[in-house]
Structures are given as C-alpha cells and as structure tokens.
T-cell receptor, first 115, second 118 residues
Framework: QKEVEQDPGPLSVPEGAIVSLNCTYS??????FMWYRQYSRKGPELLMY????GNKEDGRFTAQVDKSSKYISLFIRDSQPSDSATYLCAMSPNAGGTSYGKLTFGQGTILTVHP | GAVVSQHPSRVICKSGTSVKIECRSL??????MFWYRQFPKKSLMLMAT?????????EQGVEKDKFLINHASLTLSTLTVTSAHPEDSSFYICSARAGLAGPQETQYFGPGTRLLVL
C-alpha cells in the first residue's frame, strides 16, 4: 500500500463546475498537507498549505484536512480552463528527525476544464 | 516571493557525458534543497536532500556517485549527472525550503530541467 493514494483521473469538467480532488494516506505522522498545481513540462506550484486538521480558503480554492479519516481534499469553485493542470497532494511529518521537510507526494490528478 | 530557478531548462547530451543542473533560490535563503525526478505522467520521486555546507542525503536506490550534489551556498545547489545514459533521461526538478521566510515545511519548486541522453 502506498503511503499516499490519489486518483490519477483524468478528470474532465465543464467551465464553472466545482471540482473536488482528494487524497488518502496511511501514515499518521503526517502533519503538514499541501496541494501543488503542475502545468505540463513545468515545476509544481504551491497552491495551499495546511497544518493539521481543518479548512483553509484562498480565493476559489478550499483545502480540507480530516486527520481522523486520513483524508484531504481540495475544492475548486467556478473552475476555469486555466485551472487545467495536474494537481498533486503532498504531505510531511512533524518537524524534527530525519523525516523533517521530506514531502511524500500523491500520484497527481490530471484535471481538464473545458469551455 | 519564493522564486526558485533552474538552469538549463532543457539539455540534450551524448551518452557518457556529464551534465550539471543548477538550482537557485532567487529571493530567499534555502538551508535545504531537494532534488526530484519525474517520469511522464508520474509523480515526483525524491532523489536526495541537499543541506548547505554538508553532504547530501540520498534516498534508497539512488546512486550517489552517479548523481553528485553540491550545495555550496544558501541560494545554490547543483546536481551533476555523471556518465549519463539514455535511462537517465527524465525531468529533474529541484525545490527549496523557505525556512524562516515562510511555513517551515513549505517547499518551492523550480521549473524543472528536461534531460535527454542520446
């Protein structure tokens, strides 16, 4: 079993739709949760960063973390064609120790928003 | 803020040659940089963790003599692929941890370097 599971998709939605992206994980030590967006042939761009459980909103993006279920989500409201990209979830354990700062990534979900 | 650059963006080389890739944090100091490898439609695979002024820590299965990492300053890390072979062809991405400039665990990624070994 992979430490982080993410449905690779592809996911295709019409413009204006609400997109829901999800990851599950097995390592209870993960405390920091991130979502990255990666356009084709480019490096990942940090979208959202969350520490521990809860919700965080930034414009059209909302990140949710449910540590009890080991489940994180990213919601995109009013999706736009420019949101078409691969979305990667990433996680990291507490600071300290040899795992400090190392990210474990999901496989990435390919999203296409069509006009 | 938190911009990371990589150079070159693309390189084509002959089998047996060595290739150096630079990773720079442009507007912050990065005590730690990370090197990843990404295959088409696959996620990022961490190769090594690079700490300024000390030896890099390599992930299991990554040959340290093949992938030489030098983190000479707080804004520059280099990855040298030695005696490159076609199977080394890949997309190499670096990241830098912002440390005091941002959330401690946040990594900012460079745009990547596409290596093609003929």
């Amino acid at each position: 079993q992979k430490e982080v599971e993410q449905d690779p998709g592809p996911l295709s939605v019409p413009e204006g739709a609400i997109v829901s992206l999800n990851c599950t994980y097995s390592n209870s030590a993960f405390q920091y949760f991130m979502w990255y967006r990666q356009y084709s042939r480019k490096g990942p761009e940090l979208l959202m960063y969350t520490y521990s459980s809860g919700n965080k909103e930034d414009g059209r993006f909302t990140a949710q973390v449910d540590k009890s279920s080991k489940y994180i989500s990213l919601f995109i409201r009013d999706s736009q064609p420019s949101d078409s990209a691969t979305y990667l979830c990433a996680m990291s354990p507490n600071a300290g120790g040899t795992s400090y700062g190392k990210l474990t990534f999901g496989q990435g979900t390919i999203l296409t928003v069509h006009p | 803020g938190a911009v990371v650059s990589q150079h070159p963006s693309r390189v084509i080389c002959k089998s047996g040659t060595s290739v150096k890739i630079e990773c720079r944090s442009l507007d912050f100091q990065a005590t730690t940089m990370f090197w990843y490898r990404q295959f088409p439609k696959k996620s990022l695979m961490l190769m090594a963790t690079s700490n300024e002024g000390s030896k890099a820590t390599y992930e299991q299965g990554v040959e340290k003599d093949k992938f030489l990492i030098n983190h000479a300053s707080l804004t520059l890390s280099t990855l040298t692929v030695t005696s490159a072979h076609p199977e080394d062809s890949s997309f190499y991405i670096c990241s830098a941890r912002a440390g005091l400039a941002g959330p401690q665990e946040t990594q900012y990624f460079g745009p990547g370097t596409r290596l093609l070994v003929l």
